[in-house]
């Protein structure tokens, strides 16, 4: 039981660490892909209020939510393990 | 010589990786159970073979009653079985039911003369000198002793393995790419990159397989 516990507060510590990676990879990308987006030309806006908008409209866009899948798949993947070895 | 010996070190590391796997991921084995049993046993140097302490079979650091299971196999040759719980940690099967294992093992025994084939499904090695075995994971009857598995899971699971190292090696690079190599070149200096890149791209594009080595090289970029 109390190896249970261990493994969802350190698996939970853990995740956050990866959730906290994954996300700032994916702003960079973002970021990234919004600058080669400005520099390619064709844009009426300056280059900061491009990127910031841009930005904005990532935090609230999809991509940046399945980020939280980082916490679903491993708890499913262990769920999935548990009922496969135990109760079948 | 530098290039020899970051081969030798990289092939260790495959090795160990390799080894590594070999001994944690599943593998099914065709036998027949011939006893069931549990034995007091003395855990000292290879307790790293065995299940942690804590995981409820055990009850002291060194000797502790673990149940056994002995099996013969297809080709004669016989084969002993731990049955430990695995605990909540690693390795990750999160097994918690053997007492149930166990007693299904023991209906499942049988005689070489009216055999009950059963694949089990298990983890680990079975090294005499080490007194170390594999752990029995769980076990269903079979037809035969000549039924064979095609390893889905763990082809699954090795693939899946090289996409983290591949994700993790792209996030490494895009970490390098945008903080630190801004901090430490020139201006001018990645400007003279990006050309000579530009040349080299021009130049690999002419061939197919230029392009495809491009392709790939872009995947890591």
């Known amino acids: 039981m109390i190896g249970f516990v261990r493994l969802v507060v350190f698996g939970f510590v853990g995740l956050s660490v990866v959730y906290l990676l994954v996300s700032a990879y994916s702003r960079s990308v973002e970021r990234e892909r919004l600058e080669k987006e400005w520099d390619a030309g064709g844009v009426d806006q300056g280059r900061d209020t491009y990127i910031l908008e841009g930005m904005k409209r990532y935090q609230h866009g999809l991509r940046r939510k399945l980020i939280a899948l980082v916490y679903v798949i491993p708890a499913v993947v262990i769920a999935v393990i548990v009922y496969v070895v135990n109760h079948q | ?221």
Not at chain 2, 11 to 16: A, F, K, Q, S, T
Not at chain 2, 88 to 93: G, K, L, R, V
Not at chain 2, 139 to 162: A, Q
Request: no cysteine.
């Open chain 2, 1 to 221: 010589m530098w290039g020899a010996l970051k081969w030798t070190v990289g092939l260790l590391l495959l090795v160990i990786v390799g080894l590594f796997l070999h001994y944690t991921l599943p593998q099914r084995d065709v036998v027949r159970i011939t006893n069931t049993y549990n034995r007091l046993t003395t855990v000292g140097e290879n307790a790293i073979f065995y299940a942690t302490p804590d995981v409820g079979t055990a009850e002291s650091g060194t000797t502790r009653d673990i149940r056994f299971i002995e099996a013969v196999r297809p080709n004669g040759k016989v084969i002993v079985y731990r049955n430990e719980d695995t605990g909540w940690i690693w390795p990750p099967f999160f097994k918690y039911d053997s007492s149930n294992l166990q007693a299904k093992a023991s209906d499942m025994k049988s005689t070489a003369e009216a055999p009950k084939w059963v694949a089990i499904t298990k983890y680990g090695w079975r090294i005499a000198w080490l007194s170390i075995y594999p752990n029995a994971i769980s076990l269903r009857p079979v037809e035969g002793p000549d039924v064979s598995f095609f390893p889905w899971l763990n082809i699954t699971i090795i693939v899946v393995l090289v996409l983290l190292v591949l994700i993790i090696r792209r996030m490494w690079l895009q970490f390098w790419e945008r903080m630190v190599d801004p901090a430490v070149k020139s201006v001018g200096q990645t400007l003279d990159d990006l050309d000579a890149s530009a040349d080299t791209a021009r130049l690999n594009a002419r061939t197919r397989w230029g392009r495809f080595r491009a392709w790939v090289g872009s995947l890591f970029r």
